[in-house]
């Protein structure tokens, strides 16, 4: 049995809390060891023939399990990940979580600070990002493209046109965190699995930062992702507006 799901996006979104909750129903198989695999992501392992038996070894499916899947949200931004999973399982359904992208660019940020794969302050890595990131061409940044992983639009229209919009469930971060009951009744439903199954209520969303997001740098960003922003409204067919009329928050 193929993998036949993946969440893939995005970073910051709430995916880790995701799989938490998936792990625990009775017939998901995910990976033991660890939550992202970054199998599709890495050049390494497409230099040749794929060898899918390693990629396979972090599965250990039993009998109740109904489906195998995984979660590293840099899939749907990695240019060439999706043409890949599509060659290794075109039938591959894709869960993403989708969230503000000015909040989600700041966590970013956050968490590679605390990391310290980032020393600049937040306004600086943004006015910087452009030029660090080419350093990384032809491939993306994995690390300094905080701005550029937000704007969806493009990405989301790259899944729809390989894998088809049934194929796709694609949720954002502020409904998972307010009724997630209700989503995680949906992404099983999605997946074919008990969908009456609950996994034990957890608040697992919530970040305090030491900083705050400049106020003005807030309004440029958003300015800056306003019109992908109203081309994922049409792809999605659904009212995006909070995202770009949300009063400045921290999280």
Not at 9 to 23: E, N, P
Not at 114 to 135: D, I, M, N, T, Y
Request: hydrophobic share 35%.
């Amino acid at each position: 049995m193929l993998v036949n799901f993946v969440i893939g996006g995005t970073q910051k979104g709430g995916t880790s809390a995701l799989d938490s909750f998936l792990r625990q129903h009775p017939e998901i198989c995910l990976p033991e060891a660890k939550k992202e695999l970054h199998y599709f992501d890495k050049e390494e392992n497409f230099e040749d023939r794929p060898n899918y038996k390693q990629y396979h070894a972090y599965f250990r499916p039993e009998p109740r399990h109904r489906v195998i899947g995984e979660a590293t949200p840099s899939y749907m931004y990695w240019t060439t990940t999706p043409y890949r999973i599509w060659s290794y399982n075109p039938e591959m359904k894709w869960i993403l979580v989708l969230r503000n992208p000015v909040e989600r660019a700041f966590s970013a940020w956050n968490m590679e600070t605390k990391r310290g794969a980032e020393h600049l302050s937040f306004k600086e890595a943004v006015e910087q990002e452009a030029a660090r990131c080419r350093k990384a061409l032809p491939l993306q940044h994995r690390v300094f493209s905080y701005v550029d992983r937000g704007f969806y639009a493009h990405q989301v229209r790259r899944l729809f046109n390989i894998f088809g919009e049934d194929n796709l469930l694609i949720l954002l971060t502020d409904e998972l965190r307010a009724n997630h009951k209700n989503i995680l009744q949906k992404i099983f439903e999605f997946l074919n699995v008990e969908s009456g199954f609950m996994a034990p209520p957890a608040s697992v969303f919530e970040q305090d930062y030491d900083d705050k997001i400049e106020p003005q740098l807030y309004s440029q960003l958003l300015d800056d992702f306003y019109f992908d922003i109203k081309q994922l409204e049409r792809l999605l067919r659904r009212d995006l507006s909070l995202w770009y009329q949300s009063p400045l928050r921290s999280k």
